[in-house]
């Protein structure tokens, strides 16, 4: 039987059938018009053969990488393993065994083969241990058949080994799952399996570096705002970690009010007062919303309290400030930044020389310029870069003031 393909002529709209097999129904030499160029239609089917043969050729050696690449067992290794265990050995001494195990593939097969030992049964800390080998070795695959065996035991597992679970599955992105976990954690009719102020902290971590814009990062602030509203009516109290996620959720969100009312709460309603992430993150929000009275204030308080604010505080606050047309508090900060050893990024540099030279003070724009390398400040790529772009954007001025 024949194979045909189909392929569309984007000139009448026609399908036509493309034989797969032979060539008098396809032919891989082109046809060429009149004018000595390839048509539409045959520039397209030629286009179309090709690429989905090299998809296809791509995905084969994909695969035949993945299997070659797949790790085989260390058979001297396991039985090495096996012969250091006692007829009767317990849960507490195959622990042992694995713990010191380095080949994550030997551990997994000690957890199986244990399994068929007769008279042997897997306590919390045997899954445990094997859970965090295979989690650590990124054998996601292999370590979900794991925890589906602890989850097919009612009366088996702890708050400790359920959050490794969750957190290793944050880091495979499988958030559906860990989120599973968490509800079967909260349905547990034991005890000491409930989620703890730990196990919200994992997944308000895992949330927040979901985010790669503002509009996502708002979608999974309302789950942590949810998550944590549950969490303060189940009466687990909130640590510095779980504000400072909310702080930073609400910030990345643009939210930042709301970051502000967290903060104020710090020491009040909460048992714990601001540390320098706290300050970071407000600083940080308030000047990407060019609220910069407000984030000076922070600064300026953060440092009472004998916090040194972070690189990314001050080049938040610089950049703010050049922006907003404070050229001189600008670099009065710049210069301190430098005084406290924290790194400037070029865009900081290159924004107040640039509001410089915006305001007409292009004089004062090359003089900062050449003080920053005579104090070897910038390196000289740097330098003869930030210049280039001052000649490229105020061409003449600069020009002018380096001749004087």
């Known amino acids: 039987m024949d194979a045909y393909s189909y392929s569309l002529n984007p000139i009448n709209g026609t399908l036509r059938p493309v034989h797969s097999l032979t060539r008098s129904h396809f032919d891989i030499v082109p046809k060429v018009t009149s004018t000595g160029f390839l048509g539409i239609y045959e520039r397209f089917s030629l286009h179309k053969f090709y690429s989905s043969l090299s998809r296809s050729f791509r995905r084969r050696e994909n695969k035949r990488l993945e299997s070659s690449r797949k790790p085989t067992l260390n058979q001297a290794q396991f039985q090495k393993s096996v012969s250091q265990l006692l007829p009767r050995f317990t849960p507490e001494e195959l622990c042992d065994i694995i713990t010191k195990q380095e080949d994550p593939l030997v551990c997994l097969e000690l957890f199986n083969w244990a399994s068929q030992q007769s008279r042997f049964k897997h306590d919390v800390n045997s899954y445990h241990i094997t859970i965090k080998k295979l989690g650590v070795a990124k054998m996601y695959e292999e370590m979900d058949d794991v925890v589906n065996q602890v989850l097919a035991i009612s009366h088996m597992g702890s708050e400790a080994l359920f959050n490794s679970i969750i957190y290793f599955f944050t880091e495979a992105r499988k958030l559906t799952r860990a989120v599973n976990i968490f509800k079967h954690m909260k349905s547990s009719r034991n005890t000491d399996c409930r989620p703890s102020v730990r196990t919200y902290n994992i997944l308000f971590t895992a949330f927040l570096s979901r985010g790669c814009n503002t509009y996502i990062n708002h979608m999974y602030m309302e789950t942590i705002r949810c998550l944590f509203r549950q969490m303060v009516n189940d009466g687990i109290e909130p640590d510095i970690y779980t504000l400072n996620c909310m702080i930073k959720g609400y910030v990345l969100s643009l939210h930042v009010n709301d970051a502000l009312r967290v903060f104020h709460q710090m020491g009040v309603v909460y048992n714990c007062l601001p540390n320098t992430f706290s300050y970071d993150h407000l600083i940080h929000g308030l000047c990407a919303q060019g609220r910069t ?11 009472t309290k004998g916090f040194i604010p972070s690189s990314k505080s001050y080049n938040s606050l610089v950049n703010a400030l050049a922006l907003s047309g404070e050229i001189e508090e600008a670099v009065k900060y710049l210069w301190e930044m430098v005084e406290k050893r924290r790194s400037t990024e070029f865009i900081t540099y290159k924004t107040v020389l640039d509001e410089f030279c ?9 003089k900062l310029l050449k003080e920053f390398q005579e104090k070897d400040i910038v390196s000289g790529h740097a330098y003869r870069k930030l210049l280039y772009v001052l000649e490229d954007d105020y061409g003449d001025s600069v020009s002018h003031t380096r001749l004087r």
């Not at 009275?293 to 600064?299: F, G, R, T």
């Not at 915006?358 to 090359?366: C, D, F, I, P």
């Open 358 to 366: 915006r305001q007409g003070l292009v004089g004062q724009a090359m």
């Open 293 to 303: 009275n407000n984030a000076k204030q922070l600064c300026d308080e953060m440092k």
